[in-house]
């Protein structure tokens, strides 16, 4: 399903990172260190994207992957609140339960699943994550429940 470019630049975006991980390569001389950093952006409405890079430092890897976040911003379909109806998201051996609540729930969420909520506007919900606790997968399986969402409200 192809989806259509949002300007970010006209965004009032919010950057929160969710792992950084040093990740040592094997050389002839030693070992090279480098750092992954995976962080999630958004407008704290409807709008919300992810990005991950690994340069040699923190700073620049945050920085690299908020820039490459921008460039792929998805919007969430929200009923209120909360999202429309249950759903499940898969990715890998991740698998992310994605249920709504009452207003004045509040994002009942763990892990690399509450940053991705909070970013996207979510404010009552109710989540549970099974399989893997992998923060790049379960990032993955909440992507795929947003898109699983839109399919079903034919947007």
């Known amino acids: 399903m192809a989806e259509a470019k949002i300007d970010a630049s006209a965004l009032d975006l919010t950057d929160?990172?969710?792992?950084?991980?040093?990740?040592?390569?094997?050389?002839?001389?030693?070992?090279?260190?480098?750092?992954?950093?995976l962080v999630v952006v958004g407008t704290g409405g409807d709008t919300w994207a992810w990005g991950w890079a690994r340069p040699a430092e923190v700073p620049e890897a945050i920085r690299k992957s908020v820039e490459h976040a921008k460039k792929d911003l998805i919007l969430v379909p929200l009923k209120d609140t909360t999202i429309p109806c249950e759903?499940?998201?898969?990715?890998?051996?991740?698998?992310?339960?994605?249920?709504?609540?009452?207003?004045?729930?509040?994002?009942?969420?763990?892990?690399?699943?509450?940053?991705?909520?909070?970013?996207?506007?979510?404010?009552?919900?109710?989540?549970?994550t099974l399989g893997t606790n992998n923060p790049h997968n379960v990032l993955k399986a909440t992507i795929d429940a947003f898109r699983r969402l839109k399919r079903l409200q034919g947007t």
Do not use: C, M, Y
């Open 87 to 128: 759903i499940t998201g898969h990715f890998g051996a991740a698998r992310v339960f994605l249920r709504p609540a009452s207003q004045g729930t509040g994002v009942i969420a763990g892990g690399a699943v509450r940053p991705v909520l909070e970013a996207a506007g979510v404010q009552d919900i109710l989540t549970k």
């Open 16 to 37: 929160r990172v969710v792992a950084i991980n040093r990740v040592a390569k094997v050389v002839k001389g030693g070992r090279r260190f480098s750092f992954t950093a």
